[in-house]
T-cell receptor, first 113, second 116 residues
């Protein structure tokens, strides 16, 4: 039973446009959410996070939105750049553990010049 | 070093061999985690250390998997009698304080294990 779901395996956008990556979760006890970016042959790199007490967190070109009632979060990248091309993982923490991260399967983002 | 390092980066083992994977966390980081990432999947939690104490090993797939962190810094994940299903990328992560709310885990590059 997958508790964190990223239903789009891949996404392709044009440089300069907005990229929207989506993530759904099933465990209502999750209270902290993170996005990681991963390049080939490298480990995941922390990008941005949000606590369940907020509905939005912004850091430069990256904004994460959380809709607790829908158990849905999204990552917006504006404007998208070719260097943003990578696999993006959504992760959640809580639900009985204050340290264990539960990851989605990832979405491959390709930003075309 | 500036980040989490892991060695070896790649390991090919014959079925039945024992392997040892090393993780050097960021200096001073209290918490250390191991994750397993199968092809096309996200990382899955294996085990958690707070300093030298292994507080959670609930994610270890079988008793062939063993992890240690004897001095509270470097950690080793050992897999005995490797099987083909053990083929995956093994990721190590560390965080600066006791694991808890809003503590970011920083990942190493991983060790890609292939069992033939």
């Amino acid at each position: 039973d997958q508790q964190v779901k990223q239903n789009s395996p891949s996404l392709s956008v044009q440089e300069g446009r907005i990229s929207i990556l989506n993530c759904d979760y099933t465990n209502s006890m999750f209270d902290y959410f993170l996005w990681y970016k991963k390049y080939p042959a490298e480990g995941p790199t922390f990008l941005i996070s949000i606590s369940s007490i907020k509905d939005k967190n912004e850091d430069g070109r990256f904004t994460v939105f959380l809709n607790k009632s829908a158990k849905h979060l999204s990552l917006h990248i504006v404007p998208s750049q070719p260097g943003d091309s990578a696999v993006y993982f959504c992760a959640a923490r809580g639900g009985g553990s204050n340290y264990k991260l539960t990851f989605g399967k990832g979405t491959l983002l390709t930003v075309n010049p | 070093g500036a980040g989490v390092s892991q060695s070896p980066r790649y390991k090919v083992a014959k079925r039945g061999q024992d392997v040892a994977l090393r993780c050097d966390p960021i200096s001073g980081h209290v918490s250390l985690f191991w994750y397993q990432q199968a092809l096309g999947q996200g990382p899955e939690f294996l085990t958690y250390f707070q300093n030298e104490a292994q507080l959670d090993k609930s994610g270890l797939p079988s008793d062939r998997f063993f992890a240690e962190r004897p001095e509270g810094s470097v950690s080793t994940l050992k897999i005995q009698r490797t099987q083909q299903e053990d083929s995956a990328v093994y990721l190590c992560a560390s965080s600066s304080r006791l694991a808890g709310a809003q503590e970011t885990q920083y990942f190493g590059p991983g060790t890609r294990l292939l069992v033939l």
